[in-house]
């Protein structure tokens, strides 16, 4: 194997999905303590004030006690680098969310052992399914009571239409939760609960007829193990790697993350079978990880990261080559070569210069807005890389500055900030105001406030009659001008320059597509 296969097939950059509360946080904390990037439980979730300290970067944030942006840890276990992207929970901010899994090679679904597969958790698996990604499974929170396991793995199979098979079974739940039985190695691992200790390696058995688990655990215990692993490794098919890595399958483990249960055991086996950095598709073709040549794509933009140094960082997935600080990379979409002075690697809380990173990391390239979403930097191939989603916006209010002498500064501030991904911003064909769309009601918050901060333009939202936005197209530029001279108040441009439709309501949004059959309404797009 070449030093730069070896150095990718380590990697495993993955994400966690779950409906808020359900312990990603306290999840991440506990992955962090395991590989050693952070000393203390709690450096992730603080309590009270910090709470989510980690990516607080955002007032709003922290008023809110929501995690806005997605960032990324990197850190090391088991001879494998581990690079976990943060998405955020809150609904308002799937978009980031949608994007920062286009960057993943796998998941980790997060499930309350009391509540299933909620809301949340369901629509953020359909985004993994339709990139074929494999997901473990981890259904924490197993010492309060919980769902009857057997009930928890129906409803996964059932609601989602996936294969599951228990990697470990759960002996007890609540109070009487005790540990569990490690299916894929016959090793019974008890909890030390509230030691907040790493546990200790576990118990080997020779299967469960073992005279140790009877010594080590409570007779009705035992036997209620013994009963329920027959039972379920008759019904469960068998964990079929293959089936795994093509989105079919998922492993499911049960644990406590608050208590560091099942996290050891679900970072083996991520780092056994998940899968390493996987080819990315471009428009041409498809980019092999270990080819000798660096690419890597733009998935998401932070402004204000720090807040002293007005910087953007954009933060790039690698998708081949060995990345070395001080390389020239060509930005594909301006033609322009841009030196990597000061690429930045993500370490729990901190961040710190990249010397060097391989396909698969993700690195942050501090830049002042050349970057953009879905943008791609390469030693010189014109490589286009897709998949990256663009949002139909579901909320549009208008944005005006509160001193109208600042217009100008407002319509470059949300210039740049449509550039970044982070809103879509409409310019009328009628009228001075400008619209921005969001798919959350609360991004306009966010908004207000990055542009108060940023470019210290005072700016309030205010409720429109719209109701959606499509991006037009025609093949003919005459049935283009038909269609807009027929809908000139309801016609705008994108921050691109592209036609769009923006329509008070789906009757009105009907009508236009019932009316004109030769423009094309598109709901997203792809970003350029
Ligand atoms: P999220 O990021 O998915 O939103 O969830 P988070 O980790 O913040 O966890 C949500 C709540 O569930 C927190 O309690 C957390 O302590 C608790 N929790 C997480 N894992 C476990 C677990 O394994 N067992 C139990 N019993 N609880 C767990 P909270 O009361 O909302 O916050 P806090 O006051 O504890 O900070």
Redesign the pocket.
């Given at each position: 194997m070449s030093p730069l296969t070896d150095e990718i097939s380590k990697r495993r950059t993955f994400a966690i999905i779950?409906h808020?509360?359900?312990?990603?946080?306290?999840?991440t904390e506990k992955l962090l303590l395991f590989g050693g990037a952070i000393q203390l439980a709690g450096a992730v979730?603080a309590?009270g004030d910090s709470?989510r300290a980690h990516s607080d970067w955002m007032k709003v944030e922290r008023e809110r006690g929501i995690s806005v942006a997605s960032s990324v840890m990197t850190f090391d276990y088991l001879n494998t680098t581990f690079n976990l992207l943060d998405t955020p929970?809150h609904e308002d901010f799937s978009e980031d969310t949608y994007r920062t899994l286009t960057a993943v090679d796998s998941a980790v679904m997060?499930i309350d052992g009391a509540k299933g597969i909620e809301s949340q958790t369901r629509k953020l698996f359909e985004v993994c399914r339709l990139r074929d990604m494999p997901v473990f499974t981890f259904v924490?929170?197993m010492?309060?009571e919980s769902r009857d396991p057997f009930d928890i793995l129906d409803e996964i199979e059932q609601s989602l239409a996936l294969d599951v098979t228990p990697a470990s079974w759960p002996i007890g739940m609540g109070r009487e939760f005790l540990g569990c039985y490690d299916l894929f190695r016959d090793r019974l691992i008890l909890m030390a609960r509230g030691k907040g200790d790493v546990p200790d390696d576990g118990v080997v058995c020779e299967g469960l007829d073992d005279p140790k688990l009877d010594q080590l655990l409570p007779a009705h215990a035992v036997a209620k193990l013994r009963e329920e692993v027959d039972m379920v490794r008759g019904l469960c098919p068998p964990f079929n790697t293959q089936s795994y890595l093509e989105g079919h399958m998922t492993p499911v483990y049960f644990g406590?993350?608050?208590?560091n249960f099942g996290v050891r055991e679900l970072l083996s086996g991520l780092s056994e079978t998940a899968p390493s950095p996987r080819p990315q598709p471009s428009r041409d073709r498809m980019v092999v990880p270990d080819e000798s040549k660096v690419s890597g794509v733009v998935f998401k933009i932070q402004a204000n990261m720090d807040p002293k140094h007005r910087d953007r960082i954009a933060f790039m997935r690698l998708c081949s080559g060995h990345f070395r600080r001080g390389m020239k990379l060509k930005h594909v979409r301006s033609g322009k070569i841009m030196n990597m002075h000061n690429p930045v690697m993500f370490l729990a809380q901190d961040r710190e210069v990249a010397e060097e990173a391989f396909a698969g990391d993700i690195i942050g390239i501090p830049n002042h807005g050349q970057l953009r979403i879905g943008d791609t930097l390469s030693e010189g191939e014109d490589l286009y890389f897709t998949g990256i989603p663009s949002f139909a916006p579901e909320y549009l209010q208008k944005a005006r500055p509160d001193d109208p002498l600042k217009a100008k500064h407002l319509g470059r501030a949300l210039q740049q900030i449509a550039e970044e991904g982070a809103a879509r911003v409409f310019k009328p064909a009628l009228g001075a105001d400008w619209i921005v769309g969001v798919v959350g009601p609360l991004q306009f918050e966010v908004l207000a406030d990055r542009i108060r901060t940023e470019y210290e333009v005072s700016v309030h939202f205010e409720q429109t009659e719209l109701y959606t936005a499509r991006w037009v197209e025609a093949v003919d530029d005459r049935a283009m001008k038909a269609f807009f001279d027929a809908n000139r108040a309801a016609m705008g441009e994108d921050h691109d320059g592209a036609s769009v439709f923006m329509a008070r309501n789906a009757w009105h949004l009907n009508k236009a597509q019932e009316d004109f059959p030769d423009i094309v309404f598109h709901k997203t797009k792809e970003q350029t």
């Open positions: 779950s808020p509360d359900a312990g990603k946080t306290t999840l979730k309590r709470r929970g997060v924490n929170k010492d309060r406590s993350a608050i208590n």
